[in-house]
């Protein structure tokens, strides 16, 4: 499974409810503190619920809300690419859309409600709710036995739960009354349907941009330790080392006990003080292994090298584990977020980093979700993979995808302007050039005659008449030139959005051409 989209209401900054849309990448762009890692979190306490990086607080609920009495976040996941077949109370397959557990676009959506640590869960449904048979998932195998007899159905197999709520619903196929309900999924009696549905949910990875980077994190000192002490809750391994420990143990009864016996001949009394103490029950496996490490050749420990190597080593031991993880669980996908990879990495090592990751997106129940403020990240993206964050008059933080782009290629001048209004020379530079490698600039000097400028050329002495963009490029190409008047800002937001405009227009009319 994949998310498709989160909603998030009432948590930190966002009051009101939002909905982000997710790809096999997305990246969420926008200002500090506007909410970017929020989402990340968010969805890092949907999945793990306190067992991640992050745990849900009563400080997390949005202050404007709780000031209205409202005490609970909401957070939504969608998932697409649905299992064909589940097992979720009996070892009889069954799937989703039978059991009336997709929602009207035939997602699963599910929702956990916060008011503690551990949540209230419900999935979002297009489910029956004829009062006759709108809670056989709540109900046990004896009393859906006993709606079919009392309702006079047959059925083959009364032992499979799943089994007797398909037949008693085609009794009421044409009476199901099918509405878009939330079924409280956590009730006692449906607990073990989500135990079981819970198996097929992605697993989530988050590593956090302000996780600790010093010499006291276990993590830092070296992951080979936490590594260990992963590796040490293996049943098989414990019952391995438990089995040594009690071989030691006998090993050293009997050299206790042959040494007492001696102890006896000389001195009974003092012998008969005396008893061996061997437990082994306080071992700590992990003192074994504390010297593993990754170093250098040098021999320098990783958490005596710089930031950058040591955070680089931690992002790669991150998405190994969580790759491992993957592997060796019933999940059926996993899901990468990670907060500003680029962080004391110089750009060749984030270009080889996104596109590592850009990789790992493209395969099977992967996705990966990163935020960034690296120009370098954002060049190596496609606009689809691109969620901006702004916020609206009100002050509430939207997410958006990028609109409709002038430029062919992903460009941080472009996608600042869009997110951000800001008007730049360097924008203004790549649309110029746009217009001039595209041959659109005659077409474009035609459209936009006036207002004429005069602009004097150094190189060969003579004034020329010029149009407000070609005057501001000029300029911004010869600064050496100081013989005409400076363009103000707002002649520079002025051109620029006349040459988006433009380009937007003709790309417009190419694509209906293409379309007729």
């Known amino acids: 499974m994949k998310i498709k989209s989160v909603k998030i209401k009432n948590f930190r900054g966002y009051r009101d409810e939002i909905c982000v849309d997710f790809d096999n990448l997305t990246v969420l762009i926008g200002k500090n503190d506007i909410g970017?890692?929020?989402?990340?979190?968010?969805?890092?306490?949907?999945?793990?619920?306190?067992?991640?990086?992050?745990?849900?607080?009563?400080?997390?609920?949005?202050?404007?809300?709780?000031?209205?009495?409202?005490?609970?976040?909401?957070?939504?996941?969608?998932?697409?690419?649905?299992?064909?077949?589940?097992?979720?109370?009996?070892?009889?397959?069954?799937?989703?859309?039978?059991?009336?557990?997709?929602?009207?676009?035939?997602?699963?959506?599910?929702?956990?409600?916060?008011?503690?640590?551990?949540?209230?869960?419900f999935i979002k449904a297009l489910h029956p709710t004829n009062p006759e048979c709108s809670d056989l998932l709540l109900k046990k195998n004896a009393d859906l036995k006993n709606v079919a007899n009392k309702l006079g159905i047959e059925c083959e197999n009364l032992r499979t739960n799943s089994?007797?709520?398909?037949?008693?619903?085609?009794?009421?196929?044409?009476?199901?009354?099918?509405?878009?309900?939330?079924?409280?999924?956590?009730?006692?009696?449906?607990?073990?349907?989500?135990?079981?549905?819970?198996?097929?949910?992605?697993?989530?990875?988050?590593?956090?941009?302000d996780r600790r980077n010093s010499d006291d994190d276990s993590e830092v000192q070296d992951p080979l330790k936490m590594a260990v002490k992963e590796i040490l809750t293996d049943q098989e391994i414990k019952d391995k080392l438990n089995s040594v420990a009690n071989t030691v143990k006998e090993r050293l009864q009997e050299v206790a006990d042959r040494t007492l016996k001696k102890l006896k001949e000389m001195d009974s009394g003092i012998a008969s003080t005396?008893?061996?103490?061997?437990?082994?029950?306080?071992?700590?496996?992990?003192?074994?292994?504390?010297?593993?490490?990754?170093?250098?050749?040098?021999?320098?420990?990783?958490?005596?090298?710089?930031?950058?190597?040591?955070?680089?080593?931690?992002?790669?031991?991150?998405?190994?584990?969580?790759?491992r993880r993957a592997e060796e669980s019933r999940h059926t996908g996993i899901i990468y977020a990670i907060e500003e990879p680029e962080t004391s990495q110089h750009n060749n090592h984030q270009r080889m980093l996104i596109g590592a990751l850009k990789e790992l997106s493209a395969q099977p129940q992967t996705q990966i979700l990163l935020t960034t403020h690296s120009a370098v990240l954002v060049k190596e993206l496609d606009y689809n993979n691109i969620r901006l964050l702004n916020k609206n008059n009100l002050g509430e933080t939207k997410v958006t995808k990028v609109e409709q782009s002038a430029l062919e290629y992903s460009s941080l001048n472009e996608v600042n302007y869009l997110a951000y209004e800001e008007i730049t020379e360097e924008y203004h530079n790549e649309l110029y050039g746009y217009l001039e490698g595209s041959k659109l600039l005659y077409a474009y000097k035609n459209a936009h005659p006036n207002p004429k400028l005069k602009y004097f050329n150094t190189n060969n002495n003579k004034t020329y008449d010029s149009i407000l963009s070609r005057y501001v490029r000029d300029q911004i190409h010869h600064p050496e030139n100081q013989k005409n008047a400076r363009f103000s800002q707002e002649q520079l937001k002025q051109s620029t959005i006349m040459m988006r405009n433009f380009i937007i227009n003709v790309k417009n009319k190419k694509s209906k051409l293409t379309s007729n």
């Open 36 to 121: 970017k890692s929020t989402i990340l979190e968010a969805l890092d306490i949907f999945f793990n619920e306190g067992s991640g990086a992050v745990k849900w607080d009563k400080d997390d609920l949005n202050v404007q809300s709780t000031e209205k009495g409202e005490n609970e976040t909401i957070i939504s996941v969608c998932f697409i690419e649905l299992p064909a077949n589940i097992i979720i109370d009996s070892t009889v397959q069954t799937d989703l859309g039978s059991e009336y557990m997709i929602n009207t676009d035939k997602n699963l959506e599910v929702i956990k409600k916060f008011k503690t640590q551990k949540p209230a869960i």
């Open 163 to 209: 089994t007797i709520r398909k037949v008693i619903w085609e009794h009421f196929n044409s009476d199901l009354n099918l509405k878009e309900v939330e079924i409280d999924i956590a009730k006692e009696d449906a607990k073990k349907i989500w135990e079981n549905l819970s198996s097929y949910i992605p697993q989530y990875s988050l590593f956090q941009a």
């Open 274 to 323: 005396l008893n061996p103490v061997i437990s082994t029950d306080k071992l700590k496996w992990s003192d074994v292994f504390k010297n593993v490490s990754i170093s250098g050749d040098e021999e320098i420990p990783i958490n005596k090298r710089g930031s950058g190597v040591k955070r680089l080593v931690l992002l790669n031991f991150f998405r190994a584990e969580a790759e």
